[in-house]
């Protein structure tokens, strides 16, 4: 007997449909020579201290730091855990051969991997390794099963990881509790969550600390457009007050004009990162809530495998492609043109140098319904993207137009979209209030005027004083691109590629770090910002070991346990290092006699007002009161459009727009996941802010 052992129920039932074993049983499908049982989520854990070493229980310096001459692992204490798992290990007893179908990535890898291991599994192993879900894709994977020995690194780099979390974990958060805990509460320490509240608190004191300073920027207004002197910012307002002097009066006279047509790629498709950044940018989810929406688009076979790191295909996926696009129900308008010509294979789609376990996240051609919003809103983003990349480039044509008053040199520049090819991908989205797509809302195209050089006229000039700003807080998406690249914010994305190998913490784990550092109450969300608490930032400039809170650092050890899945690294070098590491920041640590403590911000809970008694009869006025409330259309009239200063606004299903529209009014605020949940007086408020 084959005996299968999935990642969850809902994947073993999938796996059985396909093999045919469509007997339940208690715990497992049986049928036509298999057994299909489940995990649901790790099984197995490392021992705790107190399990190496009795004495290991108290938490004092004195045993610090703790390395287990050999590490161990124990089963969970749950019953539904310690249940499933006897069922797995009375079918692993008897069976031929176990076939490992465990998510499809490190994680995955290890937990399957210790399962097996507490139920002393003696026989043969072969390995299930699919993108997604989909029927074919795994009947395909059970026809090209691969040896679990293939998969021995990528085990041992997990492994490494999880010992590694455990030295630095359990030691760090018991050396700064016992130190400067003042006995209230833990001072949790994470090889992953301590360096990214780092980032955080960093850039919260840049900002606090920031001092504004002043400059002024020269320009003039010649036939309604604006051109700035090249010249670049003035920091005296007497030097700026000179040159404005010079050209007041004097003619403007075009120097140069000059006209280069470009082109503009589709956007890259998506990692999970990318998703999470986008996510998080236009609709206000966490990172954690677009991983909870991607793997169940995952789960219900509308979408490949969520956590990848790669922006690319694999060749064999080209030939799949215009199946894929067929099935696209609901985009056929957008898919007519591509396959209605024979579909190129660009290198910047597909390059299997640039694939290693898994592709990016693409949707599987399986007719997509029974979503929910937030998934209609997430599949619509990763299908529209994987459209546009087998669209034409954008073709556009950008004008730079230079002159000068009184030999003062100014410049402007304008672009035009000359073609819009893969854009009209993300129109049509606009057009259809699915979602706002940041490539129509991101920059205001300036088209200018036809100038010609030689011309001159008369021109408005005048000296501006503007002031430095700080640095903007942390959001969940630039805090992730942040972490993807061990702290340095980059745009460019081949870039942003070359990094990733230093980033910290897994793109299926960042999430989980950010919500920690929220449960922990180092940090807090008010709209989109992250700010640190008054404990996150004691914490971290408490720290004085650059290895325990530098992205940087950490981003190389992410690195080494990359290289250990390759085999360019030896898992014992890894641990050596993190042991010697760890020695040196206790004897740090307890050699501090500066009698510093942390201060606790306790977590406040909203108060609760007591509910007043009413009569049956309050009750049934407060009832129909309410209804009253809930059927009324949604109008702030309390209000006033900021642009007319006559209508007032209307809340539409993705925008507030102006009572006056039908004179003429263009007012519009787009929903960005935080406006829309304002009251009246905060929305009055906001938009004052804005003018």
């Known amino acids: 007997m084959k005996v299968c052992i999935a990642e969850k129920p809902s994947v073993a039932r999938e796996i059985a449909n396909v093999l045919g074993a469509s007997s339940k049983k208690d715990g497992y499908f049986e049928g036509n020579g298999y057994q299909v049982t489940w995990t649901f989520g790790h099984f197995c854990t490392l021992k705790e201290p107190h399990e190496y070493y009795s004495q290991w229980k108290r938490w004092s310096l004195d045993v610090l730091p703790m390395i287990p001459p050999r590490f161990g692992i124990k089963l969970l204490e749950n019953d539904g855990v310690i249940r499933q798992f006897g069922v797995i290990e009375k079918l692993i007893a008897s069976?031929?051969?176990?076939?490992?179908?465990?998510?499809?990535?490190?994680?995955?890898?290890?937990?399957?991997?210790?399962?097996?291991?507490?139920?002393?599994?003696?026989?043969?192993?072969?390995?299930?390794?699919?993108?997604?879900?989909?029927?074919?894709?795994?009947?395909?994977?059970?026809?090209?099963?691969?040896?679990?020995?293939?998969?021995?690194?990528?085990?041992?780099?997990?492994?490494?990881?999880?010992?590694?979390?455990?030295?630095?974990?359990?030691?760090?958060?018991?050396?700064?509790?016992?130190?400067?805990?003042?006995?209230?509460?833990?001072?949790?320490?994470?090889?992953?969550?301590?360096?990214?509240?780092?980032?955080?608190?960093?850039?919260?004191?840049e900002i606090e600390n920031f001092k504004p300073e002043p400059y002024w920027e020269l320009k003039t207004i010649y036939r309604d457009t604006t051109f700035s002197a090249t010249k670049g910012r003035f920091t005296t307002v007497e030097e700026g007050n000179k040159f404005l002097e010079e050209i007041q009066g004097s003619l403007f006279e075009v120097t140069d004009v000059t006209t280069k047509n470009g082109e503009e790629y589709p956007p890259r498709l998506f990692d999970l990162t990318s998703l999470q950044v986008e996510c998080n940018k236009k609709f206000a989810f966490s990172a954690e809530d677009t991983l909870k929406t991607i793997q169940s688009l995952y789960e219900k076979k509308l979408t490949t495998y969520p956590r990848v790191d790669t922006t690319f295909l694999s060749d064999d996926i080209f030939p799949k492609v215009p199946a894929t696009l067929k099935g696209l129900y609901g985009y056929e308008a957008l898919v007519e043109p591509v396959l209605a010509s024979k579909i190129k294979k660009s290198k910047k789609v597909f390059d299997n140098s640039k694939v290693t376990d898994h592709h990016a996240i693409i949707p599987t051609g399986v007719r997509a319904t029974a979503m929910s919003e937030n998934e209609r809103k997430v599949y619509d983003m990763i299908t529209r993207r994987f459209i546009a990349v087998f669209y034409p480039n954008c073709k556009v044509s950008t004008t730079t137009v230079l002159g000068e008053a009184a030999k003062v040199e100014f410049k402007v520049t304008g672009k035009q979209i000359l073609e819009p090819g893969w854009r009209v991908v993300f129109d049509k989205q606009a057009a259809n209030n699915q979602a706002d797509d940041?490539?129509?809302?991101?920059?205001?195209?300036?088209?200018?005027?036809?100038?010609?050089?030689?011309?001159?006229?008369?021109?408005e000039p005048s000296l501006n004083e503007k002031w430095t700003t700080p640095p903007k807080y942390y959001t969940e998406a630039t805090l992730l691109r942040a972490m993807e690249t061990a702290g340095k914010l980059v745009d460019n994305e081949e870039l942003r590629d070359a990094l990733k190998e230093n980033?910290?913490?897994?793109?299926?784990?960042?999430?989980?770090?950010?919500?920690?550092?929220?449960?922990?109450?180092?940090?807090?969300?008010?709209?989109?910002?992250?700010?640190?608490?008054?404990?996150?930032?004691?914490?971290?400039?408490?720290?004085?070991?650059?290895?325990?809170?530098?992205?940087?650092?950490?981003?190389?050890?992410?690195?080494?346990?990359?290289?250990?899945?390759?085999?360019?690294?030896?898992?014992?070098v890894f641990i050596d290092e993190l042991k010697q590491m760890l020695i040196q920041v206790v004897t740090n640590v307890r050699n501090d006699w500066s009698q510093k403590s942390i201060e606790i911000e306790e977590i406040k809970e909203p108060e609760k007002k007591p509910a007043k008694k009413s009569s049956?009869?309050?009750?049934?006025?407060?009832?129909?009161?309410?209804?009253?409330?809930?059927?009324?259309?949604?109008?702030?009239?309390?209000?006033?459009?900021?642009?007319?200063?006559?209508g007032k606004l209307l809340k539409g299903k993705t925008a507030y727009g102006c009572s006056e529209w039908k004179a003429g009014c263009t007012f519009r605020l787009p929903f960005d996941g935080t406006v829309e949940n304002l009251s009246n007086d905060e929305l009055d408020k906001y938009l004052k802010e804005r003018q």
């Open 95 to 205: 069976a031929d051969e176990v076939i490992n179908c465990g998510d499809a990535g490190q994680e995955g890898e290890l937990i399957q991997r210790w399962v097996m291991q507490k139920a002393l599994c003696k026989c043969p192993v072969k390995r299930l390794w699919i993108s997604s879900l989909t029927e074919d894709a795994i009947r395909e994977g059970f026809q090209k099963l691969r040896d679990q020995k293939e998969f021995d690194k990528l085990y041992e780099a997990g492994l490494s990881r999880a010992i590694g979390d455990w030295l630095l974990g359990m030691n760090a958060t018991r050396l700064y509790t016992v130190k400067y805990g003042q006995n209230k509460s833990v001072l949790s320490i994470g090889r992953v969550q301590t360096p990214t509240l780092a980032l955080i608190v960093n850039r919260q004191l």
């Open 438 to 459: 940041e490539n129509n809302n991101k920059e205001e195209e300036n088209i200018l005027p036809d100038f010609q050089k030689g011309e001159t006229g008369p021109h």
């Open 503 to 572: 980033g910290i913490g897994r793109p299926s784990t960042r999430a989980a770090i950010i919500e920690t550092l929220f449960k922990r109450n180092y940090i807090r969300k008010e709209k989109k910002n992250l700010f640190a608490t008054i404990t996150g930032v004691q914490l971290i400039q408490t720290i004085q070991e650059e290895l325990l809170k530098s992205a940087e650092l950490t981003g190389i050890w992410e690195n080494k346990l990359r290289q250990i899945e390759r085999n360019q690294y030896d898992t014992r």
């Open 616 to 646: 049956p009869r309050k009750k049934k006025e407060d009832t129909k009161e309410k209804k009253t409330k809930e059927s009324s259309p949604k109008t702030d009239k309390d209000v006033i459009c900021p642009l007319c200063q006559k």
